[in-house]
């Protein structure tokens, strides 16, 4: 076993070059899906990015999770915007998944997408998506956690999850 | 596509069976990597669970998060304890995932287990464990977002992360 120890960090909420490296190191032994988050910017404009960090709260109410940087180019849209749209990728959406972690002035320049339900920018041919609207924003340091109730939704043609892992996209595998 | 709605549902915070399903159907298309999360409870028994929900919420400071149900057996002790353990599970730690999720009368009973640092029950033979400090609960109905500040931890053998999709432990496929 290699150790690791961010207690030994200089300053609350600081963390040295090791610790940053460690605890880079063990989430990289951890597997993703991954989602695109989309919204609209004050100004009417499509934001978005992709997610490795969706996950269900709760059912019953329909709520889910993720994180972001507020230093993200769609942290505006998502502090100021009370609605946004979820994708779930298949192994075909790997194309997207890459152009919405991209250049952020591309994102939405092509016809992967359409406006959907009060506008919300709906990426074409995925797994499924839903919209819903955001009731809590936690901040923690230059981050937050974002909870959506989820209020409509469609469910795509069927396909393998699409995967994150050690930055590379993957399909699953065998059941163990 | 399958439309499915919420919105519909007969009263703020409730949801239809329709809904329920059509919500569970979505997140079916989705896939998780598996960790463990454990702790001590008031009396200095150990608890845990198999969480699909972890999440890196920043690496400066090292942060993670993940859902929980406040309904959930573990859930006295993570609403009175500030510290826990963050486990990340390789495909030969199937069976204690299987274990971890099972009747929790038997979750501690065997020898897959130590106490670690603080007294923390820490999972023999894991990919990645972390220990860290609870430094937000955000409660949401009947549920709990959990944010961890990760204060130490170790590496262990490398393996395939543990993959959870459609109800089943799957290993990770190719590179898409």
New interface residues.
């Given amino acids: ?7 030994a ?1 200089p300053a609350a ?3 040295t070059p090791e ?2 490296l ?6 990289r ?5 991954v ?1 695109v988050i989309t919204a609209l910017d004050p100004d009417g404009n499509p934001v978005g990015f992709t997610a ?16 972001m ?1 507020r230093s993200s180019s769609t942290w505006r849209a998502i502090a100021e915007t009370d609605r946004v749209a979820i994708h ?1 990728l ?2 075909r959406n ?1 194309p997207v998944a890459e152009k919405m972690a991209g250049d952020n002035a591309q994102r939405f320049i092509g016809d992967h997408w359409r406006a959907g339900p009060g506008g919300l920018p709906i990426l074409d041919d995925v ?4 919209v819903g609207r955001i ?2 924003r ?1 901040h ?4 937050a ?1 974002i ?1 959506v ?8 043609d ?1 396909d ?4 994150y ?1 050690k930055r ?9």
Wanted: charged fraction near 15%.
């Fill in positions: 076993m290699t150790e690791f120890s961010a207690a960090a909420g600081a963390a610790d940053l460690a605890f880079k190191r063990a989430f032994r951890h597997a993703s899906g989602a490795t960090s969706l996950a269900s709260l709760s059912a019953v109410p329909p709520l889910a999770t993720f994180n940087a779930m298949g192994v790997r797994t499924s998506w839903m009731v809590e936690l923690v340091h230059n981050n956690v909870v109730h989820i209020e409509a939704g469609e469910l795509g069927d393998a999850p699409l995967l892992h590379q996209y993957r399909t699953p595998g065998d059941v163990v």
